[in-house]
């Protein structure tokens, strides 16, 4: 959506007037990607899409930050990071874990869903809701905890 992408744009130019290189190079790649999206799906995205993108590039940040770490090579596991902080500045408020858990037994409830068969029901449910405010990955596993009993 114009709205973030427009966010993003204001805070790069602001990036450069301050010099502050590695915060410019984070927003850069983030309009890129949005920008790159934008080519692949044909269409402007909407907010839910950009929520989405940068959702992605957030969770590519952590996989790096942690097979780096593993590797040893801090000084790039700290550059993943700092560009990490400033994707979250844009991506919505993170949920508690209350607050998943809440929407878990809502979506199951509401899907009326009892066994593993009906998890792509329970997650298409769950995703537009939980993109970008929660890691979806442990979503998933808290969906088949409760649908295995």
């Not at 450069?16 to 790649?29: I, T």
């Not at 989405?52 to 596991?77: F, H, N, P, W």
């Not at 990490?84 to 809502?106: K, S, Y």
């Given at each position: 959506?114009?709205?973030?992408?427009?966010?993003?744009?204001?805070?790069?130019?602001?990036?450069?007037?301050?010099?502050?290189?590695?915060?410019?190079?984070?927003?850069?790649?983030?309009?890129?990607?949005?920008?790159?999206?934008?080519?692949?799906?044909?269409?402007?995205?909407?907010?839910?899409?950009?929520?989405?993108?940068?959702?992605?590039?957030?969770?590519?940040?952590?996989?790096?930050?942690?097979?780096?770490?593993?590797?040893?090579?801090?000084?790039?596991?700290?550059?993943?990071?700092?560009?990490l902080a400033v994707i979250q500045e844009f991506l919505?408020?993170?949920?508690?874990?209350?607050?998943?858990?809440?929407?878990?037994?809502?979506?199951?409830?509401?899907?009326?869903?009892?066994?593993?068969?009906?998890?792509?029901?329970?997650?298409?449910?769950?995703?537009?809701?939980?993109?970008?405010?929660?890691?979806?990955?442990?979503?998933?596993?808290?969906?088949?905890?409760?649908?295995?009993?």
């Amino acid at each position: 959506m114009a709205g973030l992408l427009q966010r993003i744009q204001d805070e790069m130019k602001a990036a450069l007037k301050a010099g502050d290189k590695p915060r410019l190079s984070a927003l850069r790649l983030m309009v890129s990607a949005i920008k790159q999206a934008q080519i692949d799906q044909r269409r402007e995205l909407d907010e839910a899409a950009t929520v989405a993108v940068l959702d992605r590039m957030a969770k590519q940040r952590r996989e790096s930050i942690a097979q780096y770490e593993q590797a040893g090579r801090t000084d790039l596991a700290d550059k993943e990071r700092a560009e990490l902080a400033v994707i979250q500045e844009f991506l919505p408020r993170p949920l508690t874990e209350a607050e998943v858990e809440a929407l878990v037994a809502q979506a199951l409830a509401e899907t009326g869903a009892s066994g593993m068969r009906e998890m792509g029901r329970v997650m298409g449910w769950l995703k537009p809701r939980l993109q970008g405010r929660a890691d979806m990955a442990a979503v998933s596993r808290r969906v088949k905890e409760r649908l295995a009993t």
